[in-house]
């Protein structure tokens, strides 16, 4: 859509167009003050302008606009890991929720004393995947466990991964590349769902790419699910391997999206978060985690990748 930059260089054009009309009064006896106080405005918004056109220029990742599946995991630290997945899954959710975005919890796997040791999840809204595609990786969390009795600070850790949900076209998997193995559920989800093989795992052999659903109580509701997660998967392995090459061409510091690179600390006792990638440090832990403020985050990252995208394009890599 090249709507958004022709609208940008019309106004690019007008007000060059102001300026100079501007500068031919600056020598007019009665215009000039007039001219120097328009022109005083005029050049920086000039300026801010071309910086504007420039970034409207970048070329589009073509996933920005779809929907995703957020992948969340516990790592270190046990159970303190896993109630940690759930209280991430709760920032996600209301972000999501203030940005009128819905969430569905597509698979869980609950934690030994709360939390979930795995949760997917699919979020569907408006360009989600340009906002959340820099939450790739892992998140550490420092801070006191209720279960800690001398007041120590814990670290933990947990793994995210942020998939583009994908459409048939977009992603070919032939049925011979595909083993399915049915097998009995565990955990919550009613009498029926621990009596029936409705579990079901689904096998890319080509890649080895494996998911797994057991949350229905239907076969047929698991198999289908298990089948747009394991699309997505294939997709995304598809799509790592070139942003591989182009983050190693780059050197990027932000959008590699490698799930063990840590990115990102938050640190309870100093409600502190800091994002490395980018040195970005605030003092809002609560509005983050519980006030769906987690722009406060996302937007720079996303600024930072710009100016990363704009120097390699001037610099012709």
């Known amino acids: 859509n090249l709507e958004p930059i022709v609208n940008k260089a019309k106004e690019i054009i007008e007000v060059a167009e102001a300026i100079e009309e501007n500068k031919e009064m600056l020598g007019d006896a009665d215009f000039g003050e007039m001219a120097k106080e328009e022109l005083a405005e005029l050049e920086p918004k000039l300026v801010e302008l071309q910086e504007e056109?420039?970034?409207?220029?970048?070329?589009?990742?073509?996933?920005?606009?779809?929907?995703?599946?957020?992948?969340?995991?516990?790592?270190?630290?046990?159970?303190?890991?896993?109630?940690?997945?759930?209280?991430?899954?709760?920032?996600?959710?209301?972000?999501?929720?203030?940005?009128?975005?819905?969430?569905?919890?597509?698979?869980?796997?609950e934690g030994t004393a709360g939390g979930y040791k795995e949760l997917i999840i699919l979020i569907k809204g408006e360009s989600v995947y340009s906002k959340l595609k820099y939450e790739a990786g892992t998140h550490r969390v420092q801070r006191v466990p209720a279960t800690e009795t001398q007041g120590r600070v814990h670290t933990s850790a947990i793994t995210v991964a942020v998939i583009p949900e994908v459409g048939d076209v977009e992603v070919d998997i032939k049925p011979n590349?595909?083993?399915?193995?049915?097998?009995?559920?565990?955990?919550?989800?009613g009498q029926s769902v621990n009596t029936t093989d409705s579990a079901v795992r689904l096998t890319h052999i080509p890649t080895g790419i494996v998911a797994a659903i057991q949350d229905e109580k239907s076969q047929h509701k698991n198999r289908d699910k298990a089948m747009k997660v394991l699309k997505a998967r294939v997709y995304e392995a598809q799509m790592r391997e070139q942003m591989d090459k182009l983050a190693a061409d780059r050197?990027?510091?932000?959008?590699?999206?490698d799930r063990s690179e840590k990115i990102r600390t938050y640190n309870y006792p100093q409600s502190r978060i800091t994002d490395h990638r980018i040195g970005l440090t605030i003092?809002?832990?609560?509005?983050?985690?519980?006030?769906g403020a987690l722009d406060l985050v996302i937007d720079p990252l996303i600024a930072h990748a710009q100016a990363e995208a704009l120097q390699a394009?001037?610099?012709g890599n």
Do not use: H
């Open 251 to 257: 050197k990027l510091q932000v959008g590699s999206g």
């Open 53 to 109: 056109i420039k970034i409207l220029m970048i070329p589009k990742d073509p996933n920005d606009d779809k929907d995703i599946y957020l992948e969340l995991r516990a790592g270190t630290g046990g159970d303190e890991s896993a109630l940690f997945v759930e209280d991430t899954f709760k920032m996600y959710s209301r972000y999501a929720d203030k940005l009128g975005w819905k969430v569905e919890i597509v698979s869980s796997s």
């Open 313 to 315: 394009a001037e610099s």
């Open 177 to 189: 590349d595909i083993k399915m193995d049915v097998y009995r559920s565990s955990g919550c989800g």
């Open 283 to 291: 003092y809002a832990l609560d509005d983050v985690m519980n006030n």
